[in-house]
């Protein structure tokens, strides 16, 4: 809940979400029970893993990046069968629902399962059931993103890339874009050029992690190398005023999580984020959970209410930044058009109320 009288419109507005990791939807709960399901033995050595309570106690003490992804890494290796796939992401689009979310582009890592013997296919089935009744039963439209773990070799991700199940998933349009996540540093976006360039051969859109707990210069090393049209955080770009009139003038979208940036200690306040610089400069940008069940359960909504609580954006300035997530998904022009209808019918609406 915000601390301002926005509330109820942060949770009417059509919201998209751009950055958002279905393996990072996993609740310390769900993670015991699919261990105990599955029988994956959780480390031993590790007190967090005692129960649940412990976990997400841990979890509130991440100390950096690569801190959260040694959790992050141990929680997914409890997820074994298509339902488990399933129920994760269900879990994600119930809450994505509950807060108003119309359009989720969201992430997974193929990588992290293929080396435990976990095929692609069984990753994408689950996926792809929770998908479709989060269609049916809520409504909302979502897209799936390969991302390619950077801390492996890059020829580990583009031998992933080539596998036949991937291609068929790219071909078909069940996944329409890759993205480029975990350990930022020392892994430079052109280690991965090969990848993209096969990417963009094939049509896919393309996205990037960079500027997260990297420089500026990562940033534009997946403009440059990686020919990105998003670029996943984005934080550090404040650095580097020549590149902030490019990623203006390109007109490419940062998918900022707040509440995770706070969380990873990329900075100490969402209040530190350069989100009121991004406004007065042009920069488009949408905000985002990134791994939900990792951060508090602080999923969209939380966010949008931190960023008004750091900042006391106007509705005006709210209905530009969905305006921005909106024309920035990688979905059909018709869902755009229907989710800007939308839009504006809310914004309509909560100005006769303010009126009144
Ligand atoms: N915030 C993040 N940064 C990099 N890789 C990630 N994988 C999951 N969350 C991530
Ligand atoms: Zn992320």
């Known amino acids: 809940m915000c601390r301002s009288d926005l509330h109820a419109f942060l949770q009417a507005l059509p ?3 751009h950055h958002m990791h279905l393996e990072g939807a996993l609740t310390p709960s769900v993670l015991f029970q699919l261990a105990a399901k599955n029988k994956i033995q ?9 129960s649940p309570s412990t976990l997400a106690e841990r979890y509130n003490q991440f100390t950096s990046l690569d801190d ?15 339902s488990d796939f399933e129920a994760l992401a269900w879990d994600y689009f119930t809450h994505a629902s509950a807060d108003g979310v119309v359009h989720a582009e969201v992430f997974f890592d193929p990588q992290a399962h293929l080396s435990r013997d976990v095929s692609y296919d069984v990753v994408l089935a689950g996926f792809m059931a929770a998908r479709s009744r ?5 409504g909302i439209s979502s897209e799936l993103i390969c991302c390619f773990l950077r801390h492996l070799p890059a020829a580990d991700g583009l031998a992933t890339f080539k596998l036949d199940a991937v ?5 078909s349009g069940q996944v329409v ?25 094939s049509g896919l859109k393309r996205t990037a992690h960079a500027g997260e707990e990297g420089p500026a210069a990562y940033i534009k090393g997946a403009l440059d190398d990686l020919d990105v049209s998003r670029i996943d955080h984005g934080i550090r770009l404040a650095e580097d005023p020549a590149l902030v009139k490019r990623v203006a003038e390109q007109q ?4 900022v999580c707040p509440i995770s940036n706070v969380l990873l200690r990329c900075v100490s306040s969402v209040a530190e984020l350069p989100i009121r610089m991004f406004l007065d400069q042009g920069v488009r940008f949408s905000i985002n959970s990134d791994d939900p069940a990792y951060f508090g359960n602080n999923y969209l909504l939380a966010n949008y209410c931190a960023v008004q609580d750091a900042f006391g954006l106007s509705k005006d300035e709210w209905s530009g930044i969905c305006e921005a997530g909106i024309n920035g998904s990688w979905c059909s022009e018709q869902r755009k058009e229907e989710m800007l209808a939308k839009l504006k019918a809310v914004v309509t609406q909560f100005r006769s109320k303010d009126a009144a």
């Open 15 to 17: 919201k998209c979400e």
């Open 42 to 50: 959780l480390p031993s050595d590790d007190p967090a893993f005692t």
């Open 68 to 82: 959260f992804l040694h959790y992050y890494y141990i929680g997914m290796s409890v997820l074994m069968d298509a």
């Open 134 to 138: 989060a269609n049916s039963e809520f």
């Open 167 to 171: 291609h068929a998933s790219f071909s």
């Open 177 to 201: 874009g890759i993205g480029l996540d975990s350990s930022e540093s020392p892994f430079p976006p052109e280690l991965f050029k090969d990848i993209y360039d096969a990417a963009k051969a």
């Open 252 to 255: 490419i979208l940062l998918s």
